[in-house]
């Protein structure tokens, strides 16, 4: 594996979770969202976004759309969650990859925390309930119940961890939305989280809250990373190998 530098950094933990309105109609922001945002009904899944540009050398790189085949198994393998619990009711993303053993339904211990169960929002705009079953030890990582999706998405195949300047996509519900966003892995590095060092991927793509859960699938469309975090100088999407998320569950649902 290429080592881009030895960074020990702690992740912004909830810096990428939307707070929305509680049943109660009162507000309620997950620290550091930094907006306020009422439940609504589901939305329709918005178009893919343009392009983004890079400057290479001194000149503008324009990057290719996500191909529309991709785009199609991204948007039915990553999906919009929303959950209550610590006082506070979130929105973010949970993602369907699999590990070897079957599906499984990944998204971020802070998505989830003090949740027993959470409501995640079908293709066709439809609620299911899905249980929570416990947080990955040592890692901002929980997985959810598969048998409400089972028959309505399709889980990601994961893959190795790419190397540094792989083309990458990143997928998620940024603010509610789904969006899909060309990129490449700009670092590999060592950062320090609640376990000790971990090794994460640093990926060229704005995380912006609701991301939280989201996936990063390499060229192929396999799964190689979950996004768990804001980079604090870059702005950039921090995030999991899979290869760090084979830990078992704790004994114990999320807490606060």
């Known amino acids: 594996m290429t080592l881009a530098g030895r960074v020990r950094r702690r992740f912004p933990i909830g810096a990428l979770t939307v707070g929305v ?5 009162t507000f309620a922001l997950v620290a550091s ?49 929303r959950s209550t619990g610590c006082g506070f009711d979130r929105q973010g993303t949970v993602s ?23 409501q995640v929002v079908l293709p066709d705009g439809s609620l299911v309930g899905a249980p929570v079953e416990g947080a990955v030890r040592d890692r901002d990582a929980a997985t959810l119940g598969i048998a409400g999706l089972a028959d309505t998405a399709a889980a990601l195949p994961a893959a190795p961890t790419p190397l540094v300047g792989d083309e990458v996509v ?54 190689v990373g979950l996004v768990a975090a804001r980079d604090p100088d870059s702005g950039n999407a921090v995030a999991y ?6 830990a078992p569950l704790e004994s114990e649902l999320p807490g606060c």
């Open 21 to 25: 309105v509680a049943v109660s109609t």
């Open 170 to 223: 990143v997928a998620g519900f940024p603010d509610g939305a789904f969006v899909s966003s060309p990129g490449r892995v700009v670092s590999i590095e060592e950062r320090v989280d609640d376990g000790g060092d971990v090794t994460v991927l640093l990926v060229d793509v704005p995380a912006a809250s609701g991301v939280s859960g989201g996936v990063v699938v390499d060229s192929a469309g396999r799964a």
């Open 33 to 81: 969202c930094g907006s306020e945002a009422p439940v609504a009904a589901p939305t329709t899944a918005a178009a893919a976004p343009l392009a983004p540009s890079a400057e290479v050398a001194g000149a503008t790189e324009v990057r290719p759309l996500v191909p529309a085949e991709l785009e199609s198994r991204l948007r039915s393998a990553v999906l919009e969650v």
């Open 241 to 246: 190998p899979f290869t760090v998320l084979a």
């Open 96 to 118: 369907l990859v699999d590990l070897g053993g079957g599906p499984t339904a990944m998204t971020n211990r802070h998505v989830v925390a003090g949740s027993s169960d959470a």
